[in-house]
Nanobody, 115 residues
Framework: QVQLVESGGGLVQAGGSLRLSCAAS??????MGWYRQAPGKQRELVAH???????NYLDAVKGRFTISRDNAKNTLHLQMNSLKPEDTAVYYC???????????WGQGTQVTVSS
């Protein structure tokens, strides 16, 4: 059974930092990423990383967020620095299973940045 379990969300003041983690299990994953969805808005890709470590970022988070992964432990992280109120959203972990040929999603973790 494939599972993605996020942790690390919470409430932080503007300018603060949070580190999100995603524990993936049940498969082998290639591309992985973090998405977010704010109230009334569409879900958007925040950061993406390939199995080889190539990354790309949403322009709005470049220079502030860093995505990383530990392939041996099947974990994904998102270090978020210099947080802004507009970063407030539910953040979702996403991973593509090379075994099942499907995308999987975590349950989401709330990030709230107060001004």
């Amino acid at each position: 059974q494939v599972q993605l379990v996020e942790s690390g969300g919470g409430l932080v003041q503007a300018g603060g930092s949070l580190r999100l983690s995603c524990a993936a299990s049940g498969s082998i994953f290639s591309n992985m990423g973090w998405y977010r969805q704010a109230p009334g808005k569409q879900r958007e890709l925040v950061a993406h990383i390939t199995s080889g470590g190539h990354t790309n970022y949403l322009d709005a988070v470049k220079g502030r967020f860093t995505i990383s992964r530990d392939n041996a432990k099947n974990t994904l992280h998102l270090q978020m620095n210099s947080l802004k109120p507009e970063d407030t959203a539910v953040y979702y972990c996403n991973a593509y299973s090379v075994v099942y040929g499907l995308d999987y999603w975590g349950q989401g973790t709330q990030v709230t940045v107060s001004s």
